[in-house]
């Protein structure tokens, strides 16, 4: 059976993948809750190496190679190495998602993602300044603000044209609802678009391999874009289901 009959794609802010099929309401009940920020810590990443490394695992190597990376520490993002093709690769913590999303707090979450240099000028702000805002310990409701005043004040870019990224990394851990694939979904390309409706880009159609979300609150959509192979070049087994 299509991909499509079998799920409905919800996403938040850029990247982080929440698979709602008929099972997992059935289990809703049971899943565990993050009505809280957890210690510092459970965020980090203790081998620094390691974060580089998963980071990179975001794109295809000819990319990753030469993008700029971050890692993420006690006092934000910074850079871990200097890119030279305009790319930045990094590993999204929980709150990349948006507000209302009921992982927003869950210290499990790690989602490699290599932005091209449009995305990386336009949506990376939009991270950075949401990690801010959590370690001065914001709470949901107040970062929801914190968003509105921030973009009717212009403090956050416009999205410019042609900003994408790849999500093309098995290591990544982007939701306890993906049970299926291990918690990293299919391999896929975001393509991040102020706030339109899907249907410009006839995404969410029957026989359509373009899924989107509309994001009303960061005043973008986002289109994603399943492709076939992870970053270390093997299948996705999992890409016709």
Sequence with gaps: MKRETLMTLTVRSFALVLMLGTA??????????????????????????????????????????????????????????????????????SWAAGPDAREFWNSDLRAPICLNPPAARSFLPLIIKKTEWVLAGRSKAQIAEDLKAAFDNKVLPTLEPGAMCYMLSKQGYLSDNDSDHGGHWHPHLMFFVPLTEAKVWGADLPGSPILAAEDPLERLTIFLVPVGEWSDGTADSGHEK
């Excluded at 203790?46 to 006690?74: K, M, Q, T, W, Y």
């Excluded at 093709?85 to 990094?90: D, E, I, R, T």
Aim: glycine share 8%; charged share 25%; proline share 4%.
């Design 24 to 93: 997992w309401q059935a289990r809703a009940q049971n899943e565990k809750a993050y009505p809280s920020m957890a210690p510092l810590e459970q965020y980090l990443i203790a081998d620094r190496d390691a974060e580089i490394a998963l980071a990179r695992s975001g794109g295809p190597e000819s990319v990753a190679h030469d993008a700029e990376v971050l890692v993420f520490g006690r006092h934000g993002y910074e850079t871990a190495i200097r890119g030279t093709n305009g790319f930045v690769c990094f590993v999204q913590r």
